[in-house]
């Protein structure tokens, strides 16, 4: 297990319920220009954590939660399916979704961005996975001293993200730095 990579045993948390507070769903959501979208992708789920406030904002649609630790994915069947079968674990590759082009409207990336090898990639799989029109939103830590988090030479600044989604072919990228310990960029396909 790397420094960059989170460890599954430490799996419980992800589930802690102040994550909401501190990366709130309904203030992603207010940036976000979507209508009636029908399918989400949760690149980096984790326990699904943040799959099940999405799926308010799902139009009779489906998550799929995808991750690269068989851990994860196997505690998402278990725990998160039962209650919520909308939204649906695929286990991936760090940089390869087993979905077909164009298939999203939305893509997503929470706390994951500082744990990539080589963002580009995900980013690149994360486009072609996006119908035409379609958004994607990362959040991830602020690269500044916290009580918590990744080590702060892993993070990346927002400017460096937005670059490597221009890079990719987004557009519109616009970034916001409201909430405390993180920072939010969104942009269109």
Not at 168 to 174: G, I, Q, T, Y
């Amino acid at each position: 297990m790397t420094e960059k990579k989170f460890d599954p045993k430490k799996l419980h948390k992800l589930n802690n319920p102040e994550r909401l507070s501190d990366i709130p769903a309904e203030y992603i959501w207010n940036k976000i220009n979507l209508v009636e979208p029908e399918v989400f992708v949760d690149i980096g789920a984790g326990t699904g954590f943040f799959s099940v406030p999405f799926l308010n904002y799902v139009w009779n649609g489906k998550i799929f939660a995808c991750d690269t630790s068989g851990i994860m994915i196997q505690w998402m069947k278990d725990n998160i399916c039962p209650r919520y079968p909308n939204i649906v674990p695929l286990q991936m590759e760090e940089s390869s979704v087993p979905l077909e082009d164009g298939i999203a409207d939305l893509v997503y990336m929470i706390n994951l961005h500082h744990e990539l090898d080589k963002p580009e990639a995900i980013l690149e799989e994360s486009f072609r996975i996006l119908k035409n029109n379609g958004a994607i939103f990362i959040v991830d830590w602020k690269k500044e001293d916290t009580s918590e988090g990744p080590p702060l030479h892993i993070r990346y600044l927002p400017e460096q993200v937005k670059d490597q989604l221009a890079g990719a072919e987004f557009r519109n990228v616009n970034i916001y730095n409201e909430m405390s310990k993180h920072f939010l960029v969104v942009a269109e396909k």
